[in-house]
């Protein structure tokens, strides 16, 4: 049951991301996201009912009680749950088109109107609705961190793995990739590529972005596989003779594991921040698309004028990092009680 | 282990306090900005010698060649290295003699300029002349100077506006080895002769493509002279970093005796408007000559720089450009729509009405040549896009979606927000494509390339023909490097433009130009949307600085009444006694 909610939740959450990538049924934006989000919701009750049925299902139950007791964690799981919850439950709260321009929203000077009934936070440089941008915005710099992480994640904990696993001429090769890569200046390389590639789209964002930052959950997965296969239920596994994907994948994953994911949610965080300085530096998502990062970019000319430009994205951006770092630390402690 | 991570959390509140302690420490006591000039001259009447004029500019240097350089960065710097034969008055746009001794009137037959020079100018001391010391400018200069700025080799930009001083096709083609219409009379004296009346070639003679240079410069630094100018203008260079800044100091062979009055110029490069506008209120930048829609709404507010600004409109046209030799743009109905569907009333708004908005080619600046009543031009009229669309076969809008070119930065960016949020109105969906500026004139200059893009010329002298004959003549098509990015050929507006050039009578000449604009409205290969309107503001201890009419950041003149004294700033309470602690550190010179 626990299982089957998680997968439902899973695939409500892609429903959702989806449409930042421009991926929709054709005529009614937002069924997409909508249906999503009712998916999320079930899988989420699912995983909920299951989990109360059998606390001690999840992994190691000694792990999800010192995750319980620890309070910082908890703050972060609650961060990320809102910013979440906003950003891919927002687009359909939205009370206006973030891309339109308002004639209302500048006044007759030319800078943009404050909070009003209209605009709840005001309208940005050009008039657009600023709350509305900063719900759409959020879902994209979301979707942009998970896409990548979940490419990051994939390849590096697979190269981990391998590399770890088999040894050899493959974990030489293996590691000097990881040298090459991590050699790379990450901001200056992505913001090359990104310039280089034409029509750069979300998904390239997300394929650079996680083409560039594999590399340290690649070495901690091989650290960690290099004990794992040294166990002495593993050797007795090898001795009775079981095949390698089956060692593989019964012994040694639930083994390293752990660290994966306690490194994949603070590179969320990371891809965040990167994602914000692209769009900062205006290399990120394409005008007129919102993210957090452009929404600051946009709002510099005014910061004397209208702070608020600056502060809700800013506010949003550090509260996501602050959320998923402190969620990781409480991972790590939970997952790994070794100190 | 729970007492470590609860400590561990305290330490980790206190290092957030702490932080937040710091930051109200700093906020609180640092000083206001000042909401007026920080210093005041010190009083002079009369044009003082000595002190060094800063001034900047948001991109780099190209090169200090007058032959080649065509932009306005490298132009400022130009002006200020070398001097003309005739020039523009700065308040008038009246043309006036420089190194020339007056302004020639044209023969009768309107065809042959002749020039008399003054007397005892020199060029700068150079290594390149013999004995190093500049040696006397004579006409056989002006003439070396032009057959070298129009042979072929050179590349000038400038050719097209010499192109009627007889014989230059033939040079060109490399049959002649001099311009026959190019005579030397004597030392001082040289006759131009063009193959047809052109009503705008003193407008070119006062060109920085005009301007005298020294052959034995040429001949000692080739390609190089781009660094090395020598000249006979008002500065010699001193040093230039490239992307960092150029100094300049006072020439000692310049012409007019005492000038000029500073004894050195910083042009600081790749400054943007913003850190600018920040240097020049702390007093650490002498002219300012732009600035973000925020700051120019809050320096105007600011009533004691209001002696020291001033807002005019520039000189120029802006607009969406179509190329309409590329789909889907070689349809007339379709750029009509988009000249029809663009709100220019939101454009003004969200840049801080700085735009004056204007539907056709001829700049309002230009009052002698803009016609208010001009018949169709281009302005907001949703009903009249839609029933363009529908003209053009595309009643619901394009299928595909249409790549604008814009420069980089937060500018290009809100206008391409523009355009992208008025042609969705009408169907068109619109991609952005921001590009650095080099790019952008580079890629937007080959035909086949660029579908629309943001687009706008300033003039180089105040004439139509600065305008028309640039943007809008089929011969300025070329493979590469075009004016006429909107690649619009049209045999009658190409007729309309030569004949207006020529023609002598300022009535029929006024009448052509309105003709052709007409026409260009009507063809709508640019959506014509505002000139700029510029705020200039300067300090108060520069003097003799005016904004020039023609030219744009023109510091030849200037003055500073130095020293200048810290002005008492509004008292502030416990605020300005920081800022009174680091006065000893504000000064400068």
């Known amino acids: 049951m626990r299982r089957i909610g998680l997968g439902v939740a899973l695939l409500g959450l892609a429903a959702m991301v989806l449409p930042a990538f421009e991926v929709g049924l054709a005529g009614s934006p937002n069924a997409l996201p909508a249906a999503g989000a009712a998916l999320f919701v079930l899988g989420a009750a699912l995983f909920g009912l299951g989990l109360a049925r059998d606390p001690a299902g999840i992994g190691d139950p000694r792990a999800w009680r010192r995750f319980r007791k620890n309070r910082g964690a908890l703050a972060g799981a609650v961060l990320v749950l809102f910013v979440g919850f906003t950003a891919f439950v927002g687009p359909l709260l939205a009370p206006l088109d973030p891309n339109e321009i308002f004639d209302a929203g500048l006044n007759g000077a030319g800078v943009p109107v404050g909070p009003s009934g209209q605009f709840l936070l005001g309208a940005d440089n050009i008039g657009r609705d600023q709350l509305s941008r900063l719900l759409y915005g959020g879902r994209v710099s979301l979707a942009v961190a998970f896409g990548a992480v979940a490419i990051a994640g994939t390849l590096g904990f697979c190269a981990g793995l391998f590399s770890g696993y088999f040894r050899g001429v493959l974990d030489g090769a293996i590691i000097q990739l990881i040298n090459f890569v991590l050699s790379l200046p990450f901001l200056l390389v992505a913001i090359a590529l990104n310039r280089v590639i034409e029509n750069p789209s979300l998904w390239t964002l997300c394929v650079l972005l996680g083409a560039l930052s594999w590399t340290r959950l690649a070495r901690v997965t091989r650290a960690k596989t290099l004990q794992a296969r040294e166990l002495e239920y593993v050797q007795a596994a090898r001795a009775l003779g079981m095949g390698h994907m089956r060692i593989l994948f019964r012994h040694v994953v639930p083994n390293v594991l752990g660290p994966a994911i306690v490194l994949g949610t603070t590179l969320i965080a990371a891809m965040i921040i990167i994602e914000s300085a692209m769009s900062f530096l205006g290399l990120g998502v394409k005008p007129p698309t919102a993210s957090w990062g452009s929404m600051l970019r946009d709002g510099q000319e005014y910061m004397v004028y209208a702070p608020r430009l600056l502060l809700w994205p800013a506010l949003l951006i550090v509260a996501t990092v602050f959320g998923f770092n402190l969620l990781g630390e409480g991972l790590r402690d939970a997952l790994d009680p070794k100190e | ?589």
């Open chain 2, 1 to 589: 282990m729970r007492s470590t991570r609860r400590s561990e959390a305290w330490a980790g509140m206190a290092a957030l306090g702490l932080f937040a302690a710091v930051a109200a420490l700093f906020a609180v006591f640092l000083p206001d900005a000042p909401d007026g000039p920080r210093y005041q001259g010190a009083g002079h009447e009369t044009p003082q010698r000595g002190g060094t004029f800063v001034f900047h500019h948001e991109s780099d240097l190209r090169g200090l060649d007058p032959q080649v350089a065509y932009d306005e960065i490298s132009n400022m710097a130009v002006k200020l290295l070398y001097e003309g034969l005739i020039d523009y008055d700065r308040d008038t746009m009246e043309l006036i003699p420089r190194l020339a001794e007056a302004v020639p009137e044209p023969s009768a037959d309107g065809r042959t300029y002749r020039f008399r020079l003054r007397r005892g100018v020199r060029f700068q001391d150079d290594p390149c002349f013999e004995g190093g010391r500049g040696r006397e400018l004579t006409a056989h200069d002006v003439r070396w100077s032009l057959e070298h700025m129009l042979h072929p080799d050179t590349g000038s930009p400038g050719v097209t506006f010499f192109e009627l001083l007889e014989g230059v096709e033939a040079f060109r083609a490399r049959e002649a080895s001099h311009i026959s219409g190019i005579r030397v009379i004597d030392r001082y004296t040289v006759d131009l002769r063009l193959s047809r009346p052109d009503q705008t070639f003193l407008y070119a003679m006062a060109m920085t493509f005009a301007y005298p240079v020294a052959r034995e410069a040429y001949a000692r630094y080739g390609d190089e002279t781009r660094r090395h100018p020598v000249s006979t203008g008002a500065f010699v260079l001193e040093s230039w970093e490239p992307g960092v800044e150029a100094t300049f100091l006072r020439n000692p062979n310049y012409f007019e005796e005492g000038r000029p009055y500073p004894d050195r110029m910083v042009y600081t490069l790749n400054l943007r408007r913003i850190p600018a506008t920040m240097r020049f209120r702390n007093g650490d930048l002498d002219h300012i000559h732009r600035q973000t829609p925020a700051d120019y709404l809050t320096l105007r507010e600011m009533e004691a720089w209001a002696p020291y600004r001033e807002e005019r409109p520039k000189i120029n046209i802006w607009g969406v450009e179509m190329n309409t030799q590329m789909a889907p743009f070689e349809n007339r109905h379709l750029r009509r729509a988009v000249a029809f569907a663009i709100n220019r009333e939101r454009w003004r708004r969200a840049r801080a009405n700085r735009l004056v908005l204007q539907g056709q080619p001829i700049p309002r600046a230009l009052e002698r040549f803009y016609d208010p009543d001009l018949p169709g031009q281009h302005e907001y009229d949703l009903e009249r896009a839609r029933e363009e669309m529908r003209l053009a076969g595309h009643p619901d809008g394009l299928d595909e979606p249409v790549e604008v070119w814009l420069g980089e930065g937060e500018t290009g960016r809100a206008y391409g927000e523009l355009i992208q949020s008025d042609l969705a109105e009408i169907g068109i969906t619109v991609t952005l494509r921001q590009v650095a500026f080099p790019i952008y004139l580079q890629e937007t200059g080959k035909p086949g390339q660029a579908q629309m893009l943001l687009g706008g010329w300033s003039m180089d002298f105040p004439d139509p023909a600065s305008f028309l004959d640039i943007l809008f003549h089929s011969r300025s098509i070329h493979p590469e490097g075009s004016h006429n990015r909107s690649f619009y050929s049209n045999p009658e507006v190409d007729r309309i433009l030569d004949e207006a050039r020529v023609e002598s009578d300022h009535e029929r000449r006024v009448a052509l130009y309105r003709e052709a604009s007409r026409i260009l409205v009507d063809d709508a290969p640019w959506a014509f949307i505002w000139s700029d309107m510029a705020m200039e503001m300067w300090q108060p201890y520069v003097r003799n600085y005016r904004p020039h009419k023609v030219w744009d950041n023109f510091y030849r003149d200037v003055w500073l009444d130095l020293p200048r004294r810290r002005a008492s700033l509004s008292p502030a309470g416990r605020l300005s006694r920081f800022a009174a602690v680091l006065t000893p550190f504000g000064g400068r010179r």
